[in-house]
């Protein structure tokens, strides 16, 4: 069974720093590109970030190019996501997901999602 299981989420103030981590099992980690997705209140769900397989190819959304960094361990199975200089605009309720490999924007399996709430 797929499993994705976030954690590291919290309330910080801005210009504060987080770092979510997401646990996989059930499937071949290192075999899958993994992304972060992220739901705000009252909106649709948005791409954050993606990595490959491997690690060295790494994409952003433009809103945290700069900001954020995704990287993953595969020996340890898992997915990070560092939040630097977060803002108000960046809650949400983020979640990894696993790529599909059939088009891009594609996932079919998702964590629960960790909270993350930048206020002052």
């Known amino acids: 069974e797929v499993q994705l299981v976030e954690s590291g989420g919290g309330m910080v103030q801005p210009g504060g720093s987080l770092r979510l981590s997401c646990a996989a099992s059930g499937f071949i980690f290192s075999s899958y590109d993994m992304s972060w997705v992220r739901q705000a209140p009252g909106r649709g769900h948005e791409w954050v970030s993606s990595?490959?397989?491997?690690?060295?190819?790494?994409y952003y959304t433009d809103s945290v190019k700069g900001r954020f960094t995704i990287a993953r361990d595969n020996a340890k199975n898992t997915l990070y996501l560092q939040m630097d200089n977060l803002k108000p605009e960046d809650t949400a309720l983020y979640h990894c997901?696993?790529?599909?490999?059939?088009?891009?924007?594609?996932?079919?399996?998702w964590g629960q999602g960790t909270q993350v709430t930048v206020s002052s």
């Open positions: 997901a696993r790529d599909s490999g059939k088009a891009t924007y594609d996932w079919d399996y």
């Open positions: 990595i490959n397989t491997g690690g060295s190819s790494t």
